[in-house]
């Protein structure tokens, strides 16, 4: 079955540290693989995708993800975190095609201590 | 700002009612789809319609509905509501093009009391 898992619900850290957010995904397929962020009262950003090629994408915002096939992994980086990164984080797998959806993690939500 | 246009933002109604989501795609995307987002079952693809044919159906109920009009605006029916329908529900576009992302807008966040 499809599925992503993202194991964190919850992850604090301190402004100006390191962050990893983990994804693992399932699919039959060659993944689409995303990353996308939710601001409170807001909807979905798309913050940086894989497609093919690098295995390390860059995203908007400083972000960055890495694919690792063997892993089913694509976790999300960012090496200095800022107070406005605070935000629910969600991972996604999808294929493209005619028909395209996309499926979802449960999302991992970020808290930055000042 | 994703350029996809959601309305109402907020609709509070009660259970047995019958609500109409509205979305309006960004400029030149042909295809829409729509998400629930709820606490208990996260995001969940409930249909995809692209030109105004429906594409794929995900965990959409048999109470819900939705269409896509010649302009593309596509709108999302949920008929004898019931308080497990209160959730936020997304519209995404994404345009012809081969590999290109969903652009979700705002969301309608609807509240069955």
């Known amino acids: 079955a499809q599925s992503v898992t993202q194991p964190d619900i919850h992850i604090t850290v301190s402004e100006g540290a390191s962050l990893e957010l983990r994804c693992n995904y399932s699919?039959?397929?060659?993944?689409?693989l995303f990353w996308y962020v939710q601001s409170p009262g807001q909807g979905l950003q798309l913050l940086l995708k894989?497609?093919?090629?690098?295995?390390l994408v860059q995203g908007i915002k400083g972000f960055e993800a890495e694919f690792k096939r063997s892993q089913s992994s694509f976790n999300l980086r960012k090496p200095s975190v800022h107070w406005s990164d605070a935000a629910e984080y969600f991972c996604?797998?999808?294929?493209?095609?005619?028909?395209?959806?996309?499926?979802f993690g449960s999302g991992t939500r970020l808290l930055v201590r000042p | 700002d994703s350029g996809v246009t959601q309305t109402p933002k907020h609709l509070i109604t009660a259970t047995g009612q019958r609500v109409t989501l509205r979305c309006s795609p960004r400029s030149g995307d042909l295809s829409v789809y729509w998400y629930q987002q709820s606490l208990d079952q996260g995001l969940q693809f409930l249909i995809q319609y692209y030109n105004g044919e429906e594409r794929a159906k995900g965990n959409i109920l048999e109470r819900f509905s939705a269409q896509q009009f010649p302009d593309l605006h596509s709108e999302l029916n949920l008929s004898s509501l019931e308080l497990g329908d209160s959730a936020l529900y997304f519209c995404?576009?994404?345009?012809?093009?081969?590999?290109?992302?969903?652009?979700f807008g705002n969301g309608t966040r609807l509240t069955v009391t």
């Open positions: 699919y039959g397929a060659t993944p689409y």
């Open positions: 894989y497609f093919s090629g690098d295995t």
């Open positions: 996604a797998v999808g294929a493209m095609g005619s028909s395209y959806k996309l499926i």
């Open positions: 995404a576009s994404s345009d012809p093009r081969g590999n290109s992302p969903l652009h």
